[in-house]
């Protein structure tokens, strides 16, 4: 049977990282596929353009699973320009004695080429993806607001349109990808509920300079108020680096917002204390709120989410974007073994065969995130004994270390 003329066999809506990985894993994997990626904002311009400020930009933290998955794409070798390796993980609980140590020279389950992971500038990491993504048959439509989405027999059929006083366009495609981000106006529209669960707290981020090298070190460091992370950048003109993601329950939070940049930089110092060394200054702090939210539905017939419209998680570990990888990288291997067959039961056998294997990999990522928090966070001695133990025990079991490294990098699930 023929298709219409403006049918393509996967039409991604968002374009924003989750998006954006997902076209390039199925232009790798399924060349076959027609592909479209609709985005409501313009898209950013190639990498080379880029300019990156000293302060006030958020980063990501990659996995070194997530760093694997980038250079099969042939795209990491552009991301390290702007990215920080992760040599070593220092895990600890502020005011206590004990603490653990990962590092990529001893945790070969957890490393690639010689990293735990890395951190990379998002005004960098948007950007050389999508430049990526400009030399691909990806048919771009940007920008492309969707004003209507209706589920048929053969797939999804999207009205969009370039802005207010541009016509409106249809799009068929066989299988419709949600990636708009958290409290997603598409998943309303299909009426997909989100089960949300808010922690009362907010993550303040911000990037600090520091008097020393980091030295490739990533800080986690749990406090009675929440975890605190100092995660490594690459030093810019002349500055030691770090991106700070300090969560802090909300009624605290508006006050260290409003401080001054040098009452801001000892309250910092304070709480966190003195691991990284002394911190010379911090950029423009801004924050959002913490929650768990979980799509009741990440899949129907023809239909799939990614990214943060599907799970949103605290920010603990960094998981959340290295998660959405791993989903992406799924169902692009799903869609290359069964393709995306005419008759709508295959269809169906396609995406419970890719929701089955993410289902472990989500369930562990998503607990650890969401309980590790309030563990640390407990008050009490057998709290703090408990949490005490759980370190000793990665600290003097080499296996166990080991295990807890591997599912943070995402390798083997």
Known sequence: MSQPQDFVDVAIVGGGMAGVSLALMLQQSCPHLSVALLEQHPLPEAAASVELPSFDARATALASGSLQLFDRLGVWSQLREYAAPIRRVQVSDRGRPLGVSLRAQTEARASYDGMLGAVIENAALGPVLHGALSGTDVRLLAPARVLDVQMEEAGAQLQWSAGEDSPIQLLRAGLLVVADGVNSPLCRRLGIETEQASYSQRALVTTVGLQRDHGGVAYERFTPDGPMALLPLPRRHG?????????????????????????????????????AGRIECAGEVSSYPLSLSLAREQWRRDLVLVGNCAHFLHPVAGQGFNLTLRDCHGLAQSLARGGLAQNSSERLDLLQEYARSRQLDQQLTIGFSDRVPALFAAPGPLARGLRQFGLLGLALAPPLRAEFAGQAAGFGL
């Open 239 to 275: 500055q030691h680096r770090m991106a700070l993601v300090w969560t802090s329950p909300e009624e605290d939070a508006a006050e260290i917002e409003s401080l001054s940049a040098d009452s801001f930089v000892r309250r910092l110092q304070r709480t966190f204390g003195w691991r």
